[in-house]
């Protein structure tokens, strides 16, 4: 039985304060005319630079995939004496389609704990951004990452990393509008494994931490935590707008992922796939029926529901429910890269 969550949730102040300012800063920038302000943005653009020397048992390297559209992605490698090849996380940062980096300090940290804690190799994306670039550009960043990972590997990158990081052994993962690329890229690469089934990436299980979806139809939920932290209806209808196809509703595939106008069966090699959900997060039940519809259409799915958890919530490593949540991804990459291997051997 899940718990029912207070009343308000239980923030640490430096949390709400963080959770205020990307509110304000976010309406502030989206303009009327679907267009971003990227001026002001640009006065509150934090970055995190690459550190070549090991930090706290990790470091990272920033790789260009294509010059011509800004595609890179930040390289997370931790100092792991463990001998044998690491899983690779394929990681995409959220910010609704149209904010935030792989180089904002928030995801930096992140993926840090990501590559530090699971231990694993970890390649956070910079994809292009909405509105300037709409769907479906952030999937096909992401597709994109995967064949320059299988047409070249890391070996002309970072030879360290190459000589331990397990291509056949891939976790695609993100959180918000990063847990809707995850999801599309994976079904896009399983396509193509599906019809090339020698190919040498290989996706073993997919982590869709709060994913960003949506619906034409007002959910309970929705209405219910309308004055909930970054997820406000009217905020999340622009994102949407600025997003989707022109005309397109958010009942489109890629809002409504696996509704009633996704009715494409999902591709055999479609992995196990973990969906984490928040009692304080306005798609709660968008992502409940997401996870459902998965089992439905015969995927296995691991649902985690934290009751008291806001939107972004894992972001925050003071919050015990953050230090959980890295815990039970942990075991979801363990378990699903020793079902690789068993499959492996058959």
């Known amino acids: 039985m899940t718990e029912k969550p207070r009343s308000s949730p239980s923030l640490p102040l430096k949390a709400r304060l963080s959770l205020s300012f990307l509110s304000t800063l976010s309406d502030s920038a989206c303009r ?13 653009d934090f970055r995190s630079s690459p550190n070549p020397r090991f930090s706290s048992g990790v470091r990272t390297a920033d790789i260009t995939i294509d010059p011509s559209r800004n595609l890179w992605f930040r ?61 479906p550009a952030p999937y096909i960043d992401g597709l994109d990452t995967l064949r320059f990972l299988e047409s070249s590997g890391l070996d002309r990158s970072d030879a360290d990393a190459s000589a331990i990081a397990d291509l056949s052994n891939v976790f695609l993962a993100g959180d918000s509008a990063g847990g809707n690329i ?9 396509a193509e494994q599906d019809s090339k089934p020698w190919a040498r990436v290989r996706i073993s299980g997919l982590v869709a931490i709060q994913p960003f979806l949506g619906s034409e139809d007002r959910t309970p939920a929705e209405i219910r935590l309308e004055g909930a932290p970054l997820l406000s209806t009217k905020r999340t209808d622009w994102l949407w707008k600025a997003f989707l196809p022109e005309g397109a ?13 996704d009715d494409v069966e999902l591709e055999k090699a479609f992995p196990a796939t ?4 928040g009692g304080r997060d306005p798609l709660q039940d968008l992502q409940r ?31 015990k429910l953050s230090a959980e949540f890295i815990g039970e991804m942990k075991s979801f990459v363990e378990t699903h890269t020793k079902k690789q291997e068993i499959n492996s051997n058959i």
């Open 32 to 44: 009327s005319d679907g267009t971003v302000n990227r001026r002001l943005l640009k006065l509150f």
């Open 75 to 135: 390289l997370f490698v931790p100092s792991s004496p463990s001998g044998h090849r690491l899983p690779i996380i394929v990681f995409f940062h959220g910010g609704g389609f149209a904010f935030l980096s792989a180089s904002a300090p928030t995801y930096d940290a992140v993926c840090r704990r990501f590559a530090r804690e699971l231990p694993a190799i970890i390649l956070s994306v910079e994809y292009r951004l909405s509105p300037e670039h709409r769907h």
């Open 182 to 190: 995850a999801h599309n890229v994976t079904r896009l690469w399983a």
């Open 249 to 261: 509703d958010r009942d489109h595939p890629a809002a409504n992922a696996l509704g009633p106008k």
């Open 274 to 277: 973990m969906v984490v959900i």
């Open 289 to 319: 029926r997401y996870a459902e519809e998965l089992r439905k259409r015969g995927k296995e799915v691991k649902l985690l529901e934290y009751a008291d958890a806001v939107h972004a919530f894992y972001v925050f490593p003071e919050l």
